[in-house]
């Protein structure tokens, strides 16, 4: 009895393994593609069109040349170690149809025909709304987001390319021609690749006779490296805000009987600290008559905002870090429509040193053999953190009180010339330094030689 216990829960847990699993499936294409394949809860119950986003993965997760099923199927489940799938395979719902092609590991990159036919083939066999096509990837498969969207402008309606391994600088107009939404993504600190390749596209696409509607976007994390699309899928809008497209429009939120306004948040920003403000100019256009302007803060840290009811809003009291701010335009009419812009401020990796002073040199007779020494210090862009007191030379060690202040007492000397120094840190860790000299003369010696010359005198006057 307790073996046949033992076995239906191994039945059942065997049972619960696959219902959690089953979300996602492996698939192939006619032409031997795997992939795999997320549909959203209650694909199966309508008849409804579904918007379908395609996610690229990076080298590592290339697969089998192989040409049979099992294996490619097998494969395929590599896909999932990272990214959207990798989310899915872990309990993540999402409202698209999710396609995560396998990229075969005899190709180094992304061949645009490739991600094609994995498209056509779901097209063919999916309820896809054709006008709601929307690529993301990540490092490689960043990169094959611009070759894809560069080659076939028209299929897609946003892109999401992250730390892409390229670009596609030739194809920008085309893509802006068709208004493809972007917004890219890198680290300032990608040691694997510059993060110039996601800003040359940006500017290139923006830079335009056509100029893509929205301006494409590229937030640039400071400090980060290369593996940073845990943070953009997970702690930004991006995927909302991709998916508010569609093919040949813009996102809105409209009514039935009437257009809804154009708008534009104004083209990304960058500064840096101690700069902590910056002006964000909006615009917007509509037949109906514009109603009103507002500006939010969708994420980013601690900010203040003026003017939030204006075409023109200041935010400040910014941070190091990355800001979303939203401008959203109601019409006469009611209609809204909102546009999303990146502010992204950097540190200030410029630090001025301070500058230390430990005083004029001294000098005492002995029995004296003690002496204060009165230092100071400035620091241009910050303050001082801390003083230190040393002796770095001498005929003996000196008894040092209050080392760690700007005043200090040097004691317990002998004749001879005492080296001091002073060094100072200011907030920001940088130190300067600046040394004084301690002679300590013998009374004594002074005493004969001023009696030794008084009898020379004596003598000359006999």
């Avoid at 993540?92 to 498209?119: E, R």
């Avoid at 494409?216 to 909302?240: C, Q, S």
């Avoid at 401008?327 to 301070?354: C, H």
Wanted: charged content about 15%; overall charge positive; some cysteine.
């Amino acid at each position: 009895m307790r073996l046949k216990l033992f076995a239906i829960l191994a039945v059942l847990g065997t049972l619960v393994s696959f219902v959690a699993g089953a979300q996602q499936t492996a698939k192939i294409t006619s032409s031997n593609i795997a992939y795999l394949e997320y549909l959203p809860q209650g694909y199966s119950t309508n008849s409804n069109n579904y918007p379908l986003v395609i996610s690229l993965h990076g080298i590592k997760e290339r697969g089998t040349t192989s040409t049979d099923p099992a294996t490619l199927k097998s494969s395929a489940l590599k896909v999932a170690n990272v990214g959207l799938p990798k989310y899915v395979k872990y309990g993540a719902q999402y409202p698209f149809i999710l396609i995560s092609p396998q990229l075969k590991s005899s190709y180094g990159t992304w061949p645009a025909a490739y991600v094609m036919d994995v498209i056509n083939y779901v097209k063919n066999n999916l309820r896809v709304d054709p006008k709601r096509i929307y690529i993301t990837g990540l490092s490689l498969g960043g990169y094959g987001v611009w070759t894809t969207v560069g080659a076939y402008p028209g299929v897609f309606a946003g892109a999401v390319p992250i730390c892409p391994g390229g670009n596609a600088l030739a194809k920008a107009c085309a893509i802006s021609t068709e208004n493809v939404a972007v917004w890219g993504f890198h680290g300032d600190a990608d040691a694997i690749v510059s993060y110039t390749v996601t800003t040359k596209m940006i500017a290139a696409m923006n830079a335009c006779l056509t100029k893509p509607n929205p301006l494409a976007k590229a937030t640039i994390f400071p400090g980060l490296g290369h593996i940073i699309w845990d943070k953009v899928y997970k702690e930004t809008n991006a995927l909302n805000w991709m998916l508010s497209f569609t093919n040949g429009s813009t996102s809105s939120t409209s009514s039935t009987t009437s257009s809804a306004p154009t708008v534009s948040s104004g083209a990304d920003k960058s500064i840096t600290l101690p700069t902590n403000y910056v002006y964000v100019q909006g615009s917007a256009s509509d037949s109906d008559g514009i109603a009103s302007y507002t500006w939010t803060k969708v994420s980013g840290g601690t900010a203040s905002l003026s003017a939030q009811t204006t075409s023109k809003v200041k935010a400040y009291n910014l941070v190091a870090g990355t800001y979303v701010f939203r401008l959203t335009v109601k019409d006469t009419k009611g209609n809204a429509k909102y546009d999303d812009v990146n502010v992204t401020v950097l540190s200030n990796t410029t630090n001025a040193a301070p500058v230390a002073n430990a005083g004029a040199d001294k000098s005492l007779t002995l029995p004296a053999n003690a002496v204060k020494l009165y230092g100071s210090a400035n620091d241009s862009d910050g303050t001082i953190a801390s003083y230190k007191w040393t002796q770095y030379g001498g005929p003996s060690a000196a008894t040092i009180s209050y080392s760690t202040s700007p005043t200090a007492t040097m004691s317990g000397m002998k004749e001879g010339k005492y080296y001091f120094r002073l060094t100072v840190k200011d907030n920001d860790g940088a130190s300067d330094y600046d040394n004084v000299l301690v002679k300590v003369l013998n009374g004594s010696v002074s005493v004969i030689s001023l009696d030794a010359s008084l009898e020379n005198m004596l003598a000359l006057a006999d």
